[in-house]
């Protein structure tokens, strides 16, 4: 997933030993939502698993917003926090959900990695030089190519669902537009309420097809845990982690949460759930990193930053 910060006094770094500590913490919790999401799904909709995810976070991120007396939003933005909520929770979260169900969470981990190419192409487009940069441009044409390479190696020799696959990464471009979005019309409200207030209209939004969905009989405790670790954990405990990182190091460098996420994604899938590690893995995971990484080198010190979840 990606978050919303707002580089002001609330987010400085201030020197803080414990950082490694909250570093990895949030990249572990960002890390394992697609085992949650894969063990989930087998036993739940689609719509109980985002609602019940987004409707835990709202009741956690929007009482500290209040608390900080952050929550009142100029009504200007409010349509932004709508849109935003829409490309990032309602569509990448249903997609996201909805592809596990025949893709691996290693191989979602990995296409939802792509985000940092999206965000610097659509930076390119909006007519920012600073992309430009062949670093950032290197980076960009092998992040594709490893994305072709995964894509399509696993679709033709591992008999992977393609469109579950494009779903998966789709949802990486709307993470991407979602911030790209934001970082215009939303820089001026606390991330924290952008998020919560965002997770609140989605859980509106998914409250009666939840409804409708439910299970007609008690899920598995594995099931069960996995949906409220979603919602504790990868959600709600993951943002509130990450904002005190934020304060204790600022946004370029907690940003680079994004890069362990994918490699804890492949090794909980191949470990606890006995995933394969496909062909198209081998090739276009290094691809996909190096390529994400040079594409997010470039300092973004005083923009939002990206982190997946």
Same mark, same amino acid.
């Given at each position: ?56 976070? /709202? ?34 979260? #249903? ?83 979602? #911030? ?86 492949? /090794? ?9 590690? #496909? ?31």
């Amino acid at each position: 997933m990606v978050s919303l910060t707002r580089p002001d006094s609330a987010t400085q770094p201030q020197p803080d030993s414990r950082y490694i500590g909250y570093y990895l913490a949030v990249s572990a919790l960002w890390g394992v939502p697609y085992l949650f999401v894969s063990v989930a799904v087998k036993e739940l909709s689609v719509p109980v698993i985002v609602f019940t995810r987004v409707f835990i976070g /709202a009741l956690i991120l929007i009482p500290l917003a209040l608390r900080a007396g952050a929550l009142k939003v100029p009504r200007a933005s409010i349509k932004y926090i709508a849109l935003y909520a829409l490309f990032e929770m309602f569509i990448p979260w #249903t997609l996201i959900s909805d592809g596990q169900r025949s893709v691996s969470s290693g191989l979602a981990g990995l296409l939802i990695a792509t985000v940092p190419i999206w965000a610097n192409l659509l930076a390119a487009l909006a007519g920012d030089r600073s992309v430009r940069h062949p670093r950032q441009a290197f980076g960009i044409v092998i992040g594709f190519i490893g994305v072709v390479a995964l894509v399509g190696i696993d679709s033709l020799m591992e008999s992977h669902d393609l469109i579950a696959m494009l779903k998966i990464l789709f949802s990486a471009f709307s993470y991407a537009f979602a #911030t790209f979005m934001a970082v215009r019309h939303l820089s001026g409200v606390a991330g924290v309420t952008v998020n919560g207030l965002a997770m609140a209209l989605t859980a509106i939004v998914f409250f009666i097809p939840a409804l409708q969905t439910a299970p007609t009989s008690m899920p598995s405790y594995e099931a069960l845990f996995a949906l409220l670790a979603l919602g504790l954990l990868c959600t709600a405990l993951a943002f509130y982690l990450f904002f005190t990182l934020l304060r204790m190091i600022g946004p370029p460098k907690a940003s680079t949460v994004t890069y362990p996420n994918t490699a804890i994604a492949i /090794a909980l899938g191949v470990i606890l759930l006995n995933e394969p590690i #496909t062909v198209g893995m081998l090739l276009g995971f290094p691809m996909v990193l190096l390529g994400s990484y040079l594409a997010a080198s470039r300092t973004t010190r005083g923009k939002i930053s990206t982190s997946e979840k």
